[in-house]
């Protein structure tokens, strides 16, 4: 074959091929590499404020408002969000102490099934036991678990949020006292 009698049909349909088959292994890689079931979750220390006028609220993080501001009703905001592209059922949220072993943290609501890009959130009374225990640096990690027993550990990032507003919360400066 030589360059004057190139049949365009032949390099039309050499293309097509080589788009249909790059197509072909994009769909594999991204549904059998990519396609994981990803968990981020998020633990801070603050208080939930109501809008006034408004059914509504917000949670302020440990620190975030004006400096010393009065915490009269002290809280903790758990925020489980699946961030991948499957549903998974979320059955528990659990830790590990340098010292005496595993931590369990129940949770109202728990288990739950969360579809992708969905967010579980929910507050509970001040837990000083485990306040203090993050403070000393006695909690080696922290996780969330499904109903595989797979283990989501809390990222650096949620390690920062979870210590600075603990600190927060345990040098009561939050207190109507100081």
């Known amino acids: 074959m030589s360059l004057e009698t190139i049949d365009y049909s032949n390099v039309i349909s050499t293309l097509a091929l080589a788009a249909a088959v790059t197509a072909l292994l994009w769909n594999i890689i991204r549904d059998f590499i990519l396609d994981r079931i990803q968990i981020d979750f998020s633990i801070s220390y603050g208080q939930e404020i109501g809008i006034k006028d408004t059914p509504t609220g917000v949670f302020a993080d440990a620190g975030s408002l004006e400096p010393d501001h009065y915490f009269d009703n002290p809280k903790t905001l758990f925020i489980i969000t699946n961030t991948g592209r499957r549903p998974i059922c979320i059955s528990g949220l659990g830790g ?9 943290i ?73």
Do not use: C
């Open 96 to 104: 590990k102490y340098k010292e005496r072993g595993d931590l369990g």
């Open 106 to 178: 129940p949770l109202h609501g728990l288990p739950i099934m969360l579809q992708p890009y969905e967010t579980f959130s929910t507050t509970t009374k001040l837990q000083e036991p485990l306040l203090n225990s993050i403070t000393e640096n006695k909690v080696i990690d922290i996780w969330v678990t499904d109903t595989k027993n797979k283990k989501w550990k809390l990222s650096r990032k949620g390690w920062r949020r979870l210590r600075d507003t603990a600190d927060y919360s345990a040098s009561n400066k939050h207190t109507p006292n100081n």
